[in-house]
């Protein structure tokens, strides 16, 4: 399933120097915030307060913006002096605007730059900085619940007991914010202990009203009520002295039928805990590094590079399929990446100058030091590369995931969210050394890294489509599964016809779920903690 990585980010706004539009006083400015739509077009997403006779202002109004990680989104902050009650920004005068892609503000966090009049034409001394903050309560309500002598709603055998919780909307009604699974036959149930996001399961208000159901589960899906309680989670919580909280669960038409009626069974809440849970922009923030490094298969199957029909001919205008691989995805990770420098080898072809099979070339041919400047430095190197070398084979994954691992490997024993590697390999897809490359996935969930494979061509990527393992667990060959899934896979010739968005947001959707999940499995805080979310 794709995660959706949408978070709201804060960013506060304030100026220093200020050009001077006004005569007899200062400037009056504001700040507006676009973002690209693409051929130079800019919508506005939002806009400070004007400050009024300020160079130096420190805007109050925070900047709301949707932020994707799978997505290039590029914005463009203009500031403004107003001098009339119009919204339209077009009689105002410009002091200076700035541009970038909000990947580069919350990696950075805080980002002072110049501003510009317009390209390469510098606003006076005036600067902008800018700061990015989350909105979101991190926090998490993990609970561990049992009942004990509930009704039995069932002729044959015992009831098969789940709980529901519901929080209150503004609308007054009841929403659903959690299902636990159903304990078949067992009247003194015991369920899987469970975190909802506090945010979801109470407005992160611990004092508001939770309604619980006990339900007895049927398959057909008429479901009986076995009772009901209402609490709150600052009652929850007074289970976490090691005595349980217990609660009547109460059925209301047995209740007006019976005199002496006194539950239908007890809900124990055994523990409750409030953990602070970090989110992918808390790792980003606090200083880890995306290490990126790309694998190009360079096997026979490709065909002659020489040949039009090859998957690594390079059109008129020097594109070809791995490229625009490559520039996608490369494009969004280099902007979490300081140093800018990125490891690329190729496999399955014969190298010179002894013309041996390699699965794991640099493809600047320098093994010391296979790192390309950006990404048109890995552009230049393969460009370069594809002439000196000669298409074979077998198409073997696991040398590369291995090597990368070993990267990873390493950066695991500092015990620190400070790193996080992901591999790109781009492949036709006549992949060999299947049962090679599951061992070295296995392993390599166990690590900070992840796996994107693109496929290219048309050929059948079934077994892509295995390592993936949306449809089920990948296991290695001695049966032990993957720690996390850590593979996402996605065919280039599905996006043809889409925009190039399409193709990063597929590829690239799950890493944000995937660096939080190794860093949780080892209970690891980003390196340093927002302030507002320190335990």
Known sequence: MMAQCVTKVELSISCENLLDKDVGSKSD????????????KWVE?????????????????????????????????????????????????YLGGFECTLGQIVSSKKLTRPLELKKGKP??????TIIADEIKDNRCITLDIEAKNLDNKDFLGKSDPFLEFFKQGEDGKWQLTYRTEVVKNNLNPCWRKFS????????????????????????????????IFETKVSELQKSDG???????????????????????????????KINVEYSFLDYIMGG????????????????????????????????????????????????????????????????PPKWQVSHEFAINFNPSNPYCQGITGIVEAYRQ???????????????????????????????TASQYFVLLIITDGEITDLDQTRNAIVNASKLPMSVIIIGVGSADFKAMEFLDGDNGV?????????????VQFVAFRQFQKEPKEALSQAVLAEIPNQVVSYFKLLGLPPVKLPEKKQP
């Open 123 to 128: 606003a006076g001394k005036g600067m902008i």
């Open 474 to 486: 990948l296991k290695s060959m001695s049966g032990e599964p993957v720690a996390r899934d850590i």
């Open 288 to 351: 880890c590094q995306l290490n990126f490094t790309v694998g190009i298969d360079f096997t026979g199957s490709n065909g002659d590079p020489r040949s039009p029909d090859s998957l690594h001919y390079l059109s008129p205008n020097g594109q070809n399929e791995y490229l625009i691989a490559i520039w996608t995805v490369g494009n969004i990770i280099q902007d979490y990446d300081t140093d800018k420098l990125f490891p690329a080898f190729g496999f399955g072809a014969q190298v």
């Open 45 to 93: 997403l939002d806009r400070t307060e004007r400050v009024k006779n300020d160079e130096n202002p420190n805007f109050s109004k925070k900047l709301h913006i949707d932020y994707y990680f799978e997505q290039v989104q590029k914005l463009k902050f203009g500031v403004y002096d107003i001098d009339n009650k119009s919204v339209d920004l077009n009689d105002d005068d």
């Open 385 to 415: 590369c594809l002439p000196q070398v000669k298409l074979y084979g077998p198409t073997n994954f696991s040398p590369i995931i291995n090597h990368v691992a070993r990267f990873a490997a390493g950066a695991a024993q500092q015990k």
């Open 242 to 272: 090691g005595t349980p909280v217990e609660f009547d669960c109460i059925n209301p038409e047995k209740k007006q039928k019976k005199k002496n009626y006194k539950n239908s069974g007890v809900v124990r809440v055994k523990s409750c």
């Open 196 to 227: 909802v996001p506090l945010q979801t399961f109470c407005d992160s208000d611990l004092s508001k009203q939770i309604k619980v159901h006990c339900t007895d589960y049927d398959d057909d899906g008429s479901h009986d009520l076995i009772g």
């Open 29 to 40: 400015p504001l700040c507006v915030l676009l973002q690209s739509t693409g051929n130079d």
